[in-house]
């Protein structure tokens, strides 16, 4: 059983920043790709940002120039930082690892940015 566990979600006034963590239980040395995706109430499922085992990212357009996406091979663990944050990113952020053959999701953690 694998288990991805996210932390580091809360409430923040805007242009506030949060450091969101997600921690696996199994080696991410090989894992090709790794992740974040958001989810407002009502709204669909957005993906946020990417990261490749060379280190290459990807960001939304909405997120570009705030966040960042970072990984350590050696604690397992990729990391979300988050910076000037804005009410329009209040969401429930979830990570995602894509193993040989599943992709494993983290629980999610919410973020609320107050205005």
């Known amino acids: 059983q694998v288990q991805v566990v996210e932390s580091g979600g809360g409430l923040v006034q805007a242009g506030g920043s949060l450091r969101l963590s997600c921690a696996a239980s199994?080696?991410?040395?090989?894992?090709?790709?790794m992740g974040w995706y958001r989810q407002a109430p009502g709204k669909q499922r957005d993906l946020v940002a990417t990261?490749?085992?060379?280190?290459?990212?990807n960001y939304a357009d909405s997120v570009k120039g705030r966040f960042t996406i970072s990984r350590d091979n050696a604690k397992n663990t990729v990391y979300l930082q988050m910076d000037s944050l804005k009410p329009e990113d209040t969401a429930v952020y979830y990570c995602?690892?894509?193993?040989?053959?599943?992709?494993?999701w983290g629980q999610g953690t919410q973020v609320t940015v107050s205005s």
């Open positions: 995602y690892i894509d193993g040989r053959f599943v992709r494993y």
């Open positions: 199994i080696s991410i040395n090989s894992i090709n790709r």
């Open positions: 990261i490749t085992s060379g280190s290459s990212t």
